[in-house]
């Protein structure tokens, strides 16, 4: 079982309330299993040799401190994976009848919910407990534990990317909201200061109109990394989130330099004489699709 999915309650007591209830989920779902692995240790043969370093109920116990320790350290993605492992161990306690039901819900589980390389992978490995010649006790729990182990991997590695995904939504957000007080502060301070800023000057464009285009286009590129982010695919490897993290980091001074090309050009006549209003919008425009100044460039280079 992963992590608690996505919300669509985006407001900030909204975010409080989703955090704290998958905060309490992880918290329950650790103490259930910990009650399970209690009376499974209990209720095992006392007479039976436990393996090397302990009975399955020591490792079991291992991963769960552990889960309660990354838990309390707001580590939920790693709560999870240490949770998932304590569960797997618990497989090594199953009494017979629990080992096969166990089999059945996963080959079930395995061909309604997965697809590809994992799904097969798992009904092969459990197809693997009944083929000829049959494993040992131990052998076929070991490889029912392997086929959670693929399972829970393809929820943990979902819930990662979910997380940077996440992570990288907040950040463009925050940046987006810099840039429009920038901007709203600009736009007032201009009036307060005419004189001074009338006078900086760059070639035929004052200064402040030249900053105040580059801000757009930065802010066209948050809000186009914003809207690209919610169309993101779930084929995505892990890898690559992780890359796309250094792209979106860049993406407001590429806004921002598209911008500025952009302005340079409208502002001289190279390619159309547009008043001050129209010039910020081609700004934004090129800040939220970058291939409007780069074709601009194109065409006047040739």
Not at 147 to 164: P, Q, T, W
Request: charged residues 20%; aromatic residues 8%.
């Amino acid at each position: 079982m992963g992590a608690d999915g996505m919300s669509t309650d985006v407001s900030f007591w909204g975010s409080l309330r989703v955090g704290r209830a998958k905060r309490e989920r992880l918290l329950a779902e650790i103490a259930m299993t910990a009650e399970r692995v209690a009376k499974r240790r209990a209720a095992a043969n006392p007479l039976a040799q436990p393996a090397p370093g302990g009975g399955w109920w020591v490792h079991a116990e291992h991963f769960l401190q552990l889960a309660r320790d990354k838990a309390a350290h707001r580590e939920p993605d790693a709560a999870w994976k240490h949770l998932h492992e304590a569960r797997r161990q618990e497989v090594f306690g199953y009494a017979a009848s629990e080992l096969a039901a166990t089999v059945t819900a996963l080959r079930y589980e395995a061909s309604e919910k997965l697809s590809g390389w994992r799904r097969d992978a798992i009904i092969k490995t459990l197809d693997q407990l009944n083929a000829p010649p049959p494993a040992d006790d131990d052998g076929r729990r070991c490889l029912l534990a392997f086929a959670m182990h693929l399972r829970d991997e393809r929820n943990d590695d979902g819930y990662f990317k979910l997380s940077l995904i996440k992570g990288q939504i907040l950040l463009l957000v925050w940046v987006l909201a810099a840039l429009l007080l920038a901007f709203v502060a600009l736009a007032f301070a201009t009036p307060l200061f005419p004189d001074r800023l009338a006078g900086i000057r760059l070639g035929n464009i004052a200064s402040w109109s030249l900053a105040a285009g580059m801000i757009l286009g930065a802010a066209g590129a948050c809000f186009s990394g914003l809207i690209s982010l919610t169309g993101v695919s779930a084929a995505v490897s892990v890898p690559e989130r992780i890359a796309s993290t250094s792209v979106t980091m860049a993406r407001p001074l590429i806004g921002a330099a598209s911008a500025l090309a952009a302005v340079l050009l409208l502002s001289a006549g190279l390619l159309a004489a547009l008043s001050e209003q129209a010039l910020y919008a081609a700004a934004f425009a090129a800040g939220f699709s970058e291939r409007l100044a780069i074709g601009a460039l194109d065409k006047l280079s040739k």
